[in-house]
């Protein structure tokens, strides 16, 4: 899946949940079964939580801001609600 692909699916499920309570919800309670459902590649998956804050990083090791793709370039684009720090 090229890149530009899966940023789209991304904000597509991130304006969902910005209209949509219940599915915010699920998105906050598992979001890897969420962003899986919509089609996006782990690699995407797992820049979104490190993104907004659900993975963090392992201590000791560096970690480059966005390992693979930067799943958002910009990360003020998640929503406040989707901030898990």
């Known amino acids: 899946m090229r890149l530009k692909t899966a940023r ?14 219940d599915y915010m919800h699920q ?3 598992d979001p890897v079964e969420v962003l899986v459902e919509a089609g996006l590649p ?3 998956i797992e820049d979104f939580l490190r993104e907004t804050g659900v993975q963090g990083e392992v201590s000791g090791f560096s970690i480059p801001g966005c390992a693979t793709t ?10 406040a609600a989707l901030n898990f720090q």
């Open 70 to 79: 930067c799943a958002l370039t910009n990360n003020s684009d998640y929503p």
């Open 27 to 29: 998105l906050r309670a």
């Open 42 to 44: 782990y690699d995407v």
């Open 8 to 21: 789209n699916l991304l904000r597509a499920v991130i304006i969902r949940a910005s209209g949509d309570p």
